[in-house]
């Protein structure tokens, strides 16, 4: 998959050698294509030109070659515009009021602080209306897992994890921060999430290497009465099964009635497999390297044993292109070049196929597309893009708003639900199964989705104050500006 940027090549024009109008025929000839050109210093003999240019990113080399090639010209430097977005990194830490005077000071600090801390002391729950607690999510990683990276360590895992505070804040005004670890211990990591906690409302697990990963985010879970969420697993899962919801609304389906083929038991497949269990999915084979899972035999692996243990009923054995025979459904999270055209064509009428290995999906979309009824990946130059971005900003905005001592199962289903009704019958086709990430609906409508089954199933510490009318499971106390649930 290339990707395009945009990026500065300052040169230094010799103009009694060559033209302007030369160096942008080879740029263009190179790949590249020129967008805009601005005179840093104009000189009889020697110009210095900014010139923007627009190309994919494996072939910046290419055009730099090129310009260097020509007699009259010198590149000065180039400058990166992705680079450029990172200089200083993408977030910051800013007051909410300003310190203009004494009386601003001894108020949001010495002296009058104390009594803040001494109320704390006495109350901890007033941590979550007195402090940044309310509404701040720590950002977990070990660097381990990141995107289609790899283990590339906690600080080159920084910049994605900068940028998921950005999404936070952007679009659920949740404060979030990055916390890299330079650890890959699972128990180190545990007790160093726990040792923060008390700055937190709530933790998102992020490119954590499974297996790993699993046993993290249940001690977690079990050990702190703040929502720990692994958005690897559950967040993908959510989407997916949102998309997928959509996806069986339109061939006329149901959930009970399909049958399902599920590529990959990382992280993200368990979790997937997990969640259309949930969902009410009856009949689901779960694939990975070592063919298709099968009650009772022993995979010397955790995960593959405790998947193989809740699914494929039917006992079926072999690789992918042996138990696909008659599927509805193809849910890929594994990598490129797992599913064949021949495979589809083994399927059951109107096929859905979600192929999410990301940059390269199990197979060509283009290829796919004429042979399934239905088709969605996790890239954002096809239709139906399955991305995680839809569901935990709202997931941790309810959660938060909620204060949910964690994220259960009807949390999550609620979420995928939420985002699935947001696609109305107008508007649902093959196209367009899943809403847009800029859809300012999904947020709002995944965040009341979740509170709602907070409440329901008796995680929610707080009743915000529309929901004031459901039925409480609890006593309820006002405490400052929050209703308690006790």
Request: hydrophobic share 45%; with cysteine; glycine share 8%.
């Amino acid at each position: 998959m290339s990707i395009s940027t945009s990026m500065i090549f300052r040169v230094e024009i010799d103009n009694a050698k060559i033209t302007f109008g030369e160096i942008a025929t080879a740029v263009n000839g190179a790949g590249g294509d020129v967008v805009a050109v601005d005179i840093i210093r104009a000189g009889k003999d020697v110009s210095i030109r900014d010139i923007t240019v627009q190309l994919n990113v494996d072939m910046h080399q290419q055009v730099i070659d090129k310009v260097q090639s020509l007699q009259g010209t010198r590149i000065i430097h180039v400058s990166d515009s992705t680079f450029l977005a990172h200089l200083g990194g993408k977030i910051q830490v800013m007051p909410k009021s300003p310190i203009k005077n004494r009386e601003d000071l001894s108020r949001v600090y010495t002296p009058g602080v104390a009594r803040v801390c001494m109320a704390i002391h006495e109350d901890p729950s007033k941590a979550f209306t007195l402090t940044v607690k309310r509404n701040t999510v720590a950002i977990v990683t070990d660097g381990t897992a990141v995107l289609g990276l790899g283990d590339i360590g906690p600080e080159a895992a920084m910049p994605v994890m900068e940028g998921k505070a950005m999404l936070f804040k952007q679009f659920a005004d949740v404060d979030a921060f990055p916390i890299c670890l330079q650890t890959k211990d699972v128990d180190e990591i545990v007790r160093i999430v726990k040792a923060i906690s008390p700055t937190f409302g709530g933790i998102n697990l992020e490119d954590i290497s499974s297996p790993r990963c699993f046993e993290i985010e249940r001690r977690l879970q079990d050990e702190l009465n703040i929502p720990v969420f692994h958005d690897d697993q559950h967040g993908t899962a959510v989407v997916i099964l949102a998309g997928l919801f959509n996806a069986l609304r339109l061939v006329g389906k149901s959930v009970s009635n399909i049958r399902v083929v599920v590529c990959g038991v990382g992280a993200a497949g368990a979790a997937c497999i997990e969640m259309l269990l949930a969902a009410g999915v009856r009949n689901l084979i779960a694939v990975d390297r070592c063919g298709a899972l099968v009650p009772g035999v022993d995979y010397n692996h955790p995960t593959l044993n405790r998947i193989a243990a809740v699914t494929n009923s039917e006992r079926k054995q072999g690789k992918l292109g042996d138990v696909i025979v008659g599927a509805d459904v193809f849910i890929g999270v594994s990598g490129p070049g797992v599913l064949t055209t021949v495979d589809i064509k083994q399927m059951a009428q109107d096929p859905i196929v979600f192929a999410m290995a990301n940059p390269e999906p199990e197979i060509d979309p283009e290829i796919a597309e004429p042979l399934v009824r239905v088709l969605a990946t996790g890239r954002s130059d096809y239709p139906n893009q399955i991305n995680n971005v839809l569901c935990f900003p709202g997931m941790f905005r309810g959660a938060l708003d909620c204060r949910a001592s964690r994220v259960n199962e009807e949390m999550k289903l609620a979420a995928a639900r939420a985002i699935a009704s947001i696609v109305t019958e107008e508007e649902l086709n093959e196209q367009y199964i899943i809403p847009s990430i800029f859809n300012e609906k999904v947020v709002l409508r995944v965040r009341d989705a979740v509170i709602e089954a907070a409440l329901k199933t008796g995680v929610a510490k707080r009743i915000p104050p529309e929901f004031q009318s459901h039925e409480p499971h609890g006593t309820i106390n006002i405490v400052e500006d929050s209703m308690i649930l006790h």
